[in-house]
């Protein structure tokens, strides 16, 4: 069993491009179902609705998804990635001074 304390490198760097998937298609897919993206949206409109949308960040949620896609690509390097980890990368991102919630 991996320490969250000692995370490798990789599964911290891999951990954290999937959060940042997951807040993308988070934020994307709200403002697509509430009809304020659509395909003549201009650039800096869709740059500045990012910017006002929030997103929820639920490490069960994302350790899940994050699973069952590992689950499904057989990734033999990350391994499986606890909710405890999720939290982990989450803290380490918001201390090098990303704006999370």
Do not use: C, W
């Not at 994307?28 to 304020?36: A, D, P, Q, V």
């Not at 990734?75 to 989450?90: A, E, F, H, M």
């Amino acid at each position: 069993m991996e320490s969250t304390d000692v995370l490798p490198a990789e599964k911290v760097a891999f951990v954290a491009y999937n959060i940042g998937i997951y807040e993308s298609v988070q934020k994307f897919g709200g403002l697509i179902t509430s009809g304020k993206i659509s395909n003549g949206t201009d650039v800096n409109k869709v740059a500045e609705l990012l910017q006002d949308t929030s997103a929820f960040y639920d490490a069960d949620m994302m350790a899940s998804l994050i699973n069952a896609m590992l689950y499904h690509s057989k990734n033999l390097t990350i391994g499986k990635v606890t909710p405890d980890q999720v939290t982990y990368v989450l803290r380490q991102l918001k201390a090098s001074g990303v704006s999370l919630p």
